[in-house]
């Protein structure tokens, strides 16, 4: 398992799972709608041959939202988690005025957390 709240990680799915450092980024994959970079031709060239393993679930949505309140929320791709090899992204921002990350509260009840996010999107039109 690897996550990271780290502001210098950029934000694309075979980078997260490849190195940690900023560099240029390239555009080029889409996935579900999705649209991706990449910081070098090696990972966009990965991705292309096999989106679905790195592109993030719940259509890259905070899968904390998905499991507590089964709606799409934003999240920030610089708070991942990479578990049993598929990445989780999640909500890191102000709410209601006060600092709140999501992975905090996933961490602490991930097997129930996952099973409802698992469950609400599988009944959400993608």
């Known amino acids: 398992m690897l996550s990271s709240?780290?502001?210098e990680n950029p934000s694309h799915p075979v980078f997260i799972f490849t190195a940690f450092k900023r560099v240029h980024l390239l555009?080029?994959?889409?996935?579900?709608g999705a649209k991706f970079w990449f910081t070098?031709?090696?990972?966009r060239n990965t991705f292309r041959k096999n989106?679905?393993?790195?592109?993030?679930?719940?259509?890259?949505?905070?899968?904390?939202?998905?499991?507590?309140?089964?709606?799409?929320?934003?999240?920030?791709?610089?708070t991942f988690k990479l578990y049993n090899g598929k990445l989780y992204l999640f909500f890191n921002?102000?709410?209601e005025g006060t600092p709140f990350n999501t992975i905090i509260p996933w961490n602490?009840?991930?097997?129930?957390?996952?099973?409802?996010?698992?469950?609400?999107?599988?009944?959400?039109?993608?």
């Open 108 to 126: 602490a009840d991930e097997a129930n957390m996952k099973q409802k996010a698992d469950a609400n999107w599988s009944h959400m039109a993608h």
């Open 93 to 95: 921002d102000y709410y």
């Open 51 to 78: 989106p679905e393993k790195y592109a993030p679930q719940y259509g890259g949505y905070c899968a904390f939202a998905m499991a507590m309140k089964n709606t799409r929320v934003p999240s920030d791709p610089r």
């Open 27 to 32: 555009s080029g994959g889409i996935c579900e």
């Open 40 to 43: 070098s031709e090696e990972h």
């Open 5 to 7: 709240t780290a502001p």
